[in-house]
């Protein structure tokens, strides 16, 4: 990328583009409003469109609109690829950092668990899970919708929605701080959360995941229960 930056997000916009947004940039780790985009077919990088606002623990998810949602604590930001702008909407009532952020299959935006506040100046492993419904002329006229709790609140977890159109919340950190292998599974028609398979390719925290083309979902990275940074990637398959 042309800016070295951590935590930031990133999504795949219809037409194959890749778009890395925001995070933290500089010796001092400050939350940068950059967005700059990948085009595999030329193998090159552009600078897109900043953001409305400074974000450092961003969550990204397109929708099925083709519109790109990033969460963070305070802000929903919309880019428009068809228009290449931004609008604004509120976050979720939670106000978790670092939720994953999933697309439904009906329209709505998934954000679940996340860095909560707890008491004084600790933090929790969110249980909290809000759905985000587009307004019908404007994607920012839309509104949040509180939905059942995770069973497990998990923090610096990566989930996916799968071909059968459920999501999968895969590890994370839960309310210890350890690092956890649970796979989480929300149905969205019956509002809904099962477990998963649990297991050692899924015991990581700090990593991404992404359905493939196969069907697949993929986990990637992140740190292991014992520290390790894993350069490793599991798939989950039926």
Known sequence: MPTARTHLAAATDLDGRIYAIGGRSGSSNQPTDIVEVYTPSSGSWSTGKPLPSAMGDPSAA?????????????TLAIYDPGSDSWSTAGAPPSGNRAPVL????????????G???????????????F??????????KGSWAQM???????????????????????????????????????????????????????????????TGGDGR????????????????VAALSK
Do not use: C, M
């Open 62 to 74: 397109r929708g099925t609109d083709g519109r790109i949602y990033v969460l963070d604590a305070k």
């Open 102 to 113: 999933t697309a439904l299959p009906d329209g709505r935006i998934l954000a679940a668990g």
């Open 115 to 129: 860095i909560g506040a707890g008491g004084g100046s600790a933090a929790r492993a969110a249980t909290d899970v």
């Open 131 to 140: 759905a985000y419904t587009p307004g019908s002329k404007a994607a920012e």
């Open 148 to 210: 059942s709790d995770l069973p497990d609140g998990v923090a610096g977890a990566a989930g996916a929605t799968g071909p059968d159109g459920r999501v999968y919340i895969i590890g994370g950190r839960d309310s210890a701080g350890n690092v956890t292998g649970a796979v989480q599974v929300y149905t969205p028609k019956d509002d809904r959360w099962a477990a998963g398979p649990t297991s050692s390719p899924s015991t990581r925290a700090g990593h991404a995941a992404a």
């Open 217 to 232: 979902v993929y986990v990637l990275g992140g740190t292991s229960s014992s520290g390790k940074t894993l350069n490793t």
